[in-house]
Nanobody, 117 residues
Framework: QVHLVESGGGLVQPGGSLRLSCTASGAILSIVNMGWYRQAPGTQRNLVADIDSGGTTRYADSAKGRFTIFRDNHTAYLQMNSLKPEDTTVYYC?????????????WGQGILVTFSS
């Protein structure tokens, strides 16, 4: 089984920065892909950024130039700069990994990013 622990969310001011982290643990043979998605109430969950085992990254258009995803072993980080009101929502970590039981895709429980008044 693969377990994810997310951290780093919370209150931020418009234009501020925040770093999210997601650490995968458990019966992991290798990480295939790690990414961050976000979902506002009543909408679908959309990719923010992801990074594969070779270090190739993808970004949503809304994240390009402001967000950076990077990995350190089994931890993925999402550095978010120049935050805007539309960035306020729940962020979910997603990990694809090879395990002794085969390929597994796991979602984190979600972490909230909100603006302070």
């Amino acid at each position: 089984q693969v377990h994810l622990v997310e951290s780093g969310g919370g209150l931020v001011q418009p234009g501020g920065s925040l770093r999210l982290s997601c650490t995968a643990s458990g019966a992991i043979l290798s990480i295939v892909n790690m990414g961050w998605y976000r979902q506002a109430p009543g909408t679908q969950r959309n990719l923010v950024a992801d990074i594969d085992s070779g270090g190739t990254t993808r970004y949503a258009d809304s994240a390009k130039g402001r967000f950076t995803i990077f990995r350190d072993n089994h931890t993925a980080y999402l550095q978010m700069n120049s935050l805007k009101p539309e960035d306020t929502t729940v962020y979910y970590c997603n990990v694809g990994a090879n395990t002794p039981q085969g390929y597994a895709e796991v979602w984190g429980q979600g972490i909230l990013v909100t603006f302070s008044s």
